[in-house]
T-cell receptor
């Protein structure tokens, strides 16, 4: 019963490099979310997807792109990484369709040098 | 603007002492509020939500609309309560997972 799975768990990048964080949910839910967690800032919403094929900006979308190619997967891409994007990234999906209670992935710790 | 404020970065108490983690919010409508917890090396998970009015692991939280607060309380802290606690507010109309989180409070329960 994996729920929400994220890869990779850890990544170190150099400034300017690109990478994609992958997220998959096995609950057949419509909505998926990407948050970043920073000390003293809590979690902030980067992007979300209400359903397959749709995406919307959250609170801090600059520097990121997302893709929701199918119902199961929601990826987050950093085209040109910056040190300010050093963070822990969490993917999430509701516990059931329409719920505003989320189940989270294990997190992806990204360091940009 | 919608906001959630947790004024304490760190709360350190001894085992058996009462605990109160503070959460204040600003929201123009009828809020739905949550407490999430992240134990060491574990995923962020829901602890409780105000509409459930339940006690989870001995914790309770009451929504006070007059004071715009949703403080988390436990009468007798246990060492296993040590974790990061986030207060969160649902920002969308209807059911939506777009949550606004507070800054988080680390609870440290000393033996």
């Amino acid at each position: 019963n994996a729920g929400v799975t994220q890869t990779p768990k850890f990544q170190v990048l150099k400034t300017g490099q690109s990478m994609t964080l992958q997220c998959a949910q096995d609950m057949n839910h419509n909505s998926m979310y990407w948050y970043r967690q920073d000390p003293g800032m809590g979690l902030r919403l980067i992007y979300y997807s209400a359903s397959e094929g749709t995406t919307d900006k959250g609170e801090v979308p600059n520097g990121y792109n997302v893709s929701r190619l199918n119902k199961r997967e929601f990826s987050l891409r950093l085209e040109s990484a910056a040190p300010s994007q050093t963070s822990v990234y969490f993917c999430a999906s509701p516990i059931y369709n329409g719920a505003n209670v989320l189940t989270f992935g294990a997190g992806s710790r990204l360091t940009v040098l | 603007a919608q906001r959630v404020t947790q004024p304490e970065k760190l709360l350190s108490v001894f085992k058996g002492a009462p605990v109160e983690l503070k959460c204040n919010y600003s929201y123009s409508g009828s809020p739905e509020l949550f407490w999430y917890v992240q134990y060491s090396r574990q995923r962020l998970q829901l602890l409780l939500r105000h509409i459930s009015r339940e006690s989870i692991k001995g914790f309770t939280a009451d929504l006070n609309k007059g004071e715009t607060s949703f403080h988390l309380k436990k009468p007798f802290a246990q060492e296993e309560d040590s974790a990061m606690y986030y207060c969160a507010l649902s920002s969308g109309s209807g059911n939506t997972g777009k949550l606004i989180f507070g800054q988080g409070t680390t609870l440290q329960v000393k033996p």
